[in-house]
C-alpha cells in the first residue's frame, strides 16, 4: 500500500497516520478533507469542468487581468 511507504507504518497506523496527514484537526480532519474532496469532484462533474474554467478566464477578462 502507499500508506505505508509514506508513513513507514503498516496497517491500522499507516491509515491513521496517512488520514492525519491529509487534514488540519488530525485524523478527524483528514476524513473531513477526503469527503469534500468527493464533494467538489461530484459538483465538478455535475456541473462540468469546461463551464467552471470558462468562468473563470470571464471573470478574469471581465477584471483586467492579462
Known amino acids: 500500500m ?9 496497517g491500522a ?6 488520514l492525519a496527514m491529509l487534514g488540519l484537526g ?3 480532519g ?3 478533507f477526503l469527503g469534500i474532496i ?3 469532484s461530484e459538483a465538478l462533474t455535475k456541473y462540468g469542468l469546461e463551464a467552471l474554467l470558462k468562468g473563470v478566464y470571464l ?3 471581465s477584471d483586467g487581468e492579462p
Open 2 to 10: 502507499q500508506w505505508q511507504a509514506t508513513t513507514g507504518f503498516t
Open 59 to 61: 471573470q478574469s477578462k
Open 30 to 32: 483528514g476524513i473531513a
Open 38 to 40: 468527493g464533494l467538489v
Open 13 to 18: 497506523a499507516a491509515i491513521t497516520a496517512a
Open 26 to 28: 488530525g485524523m478527524i
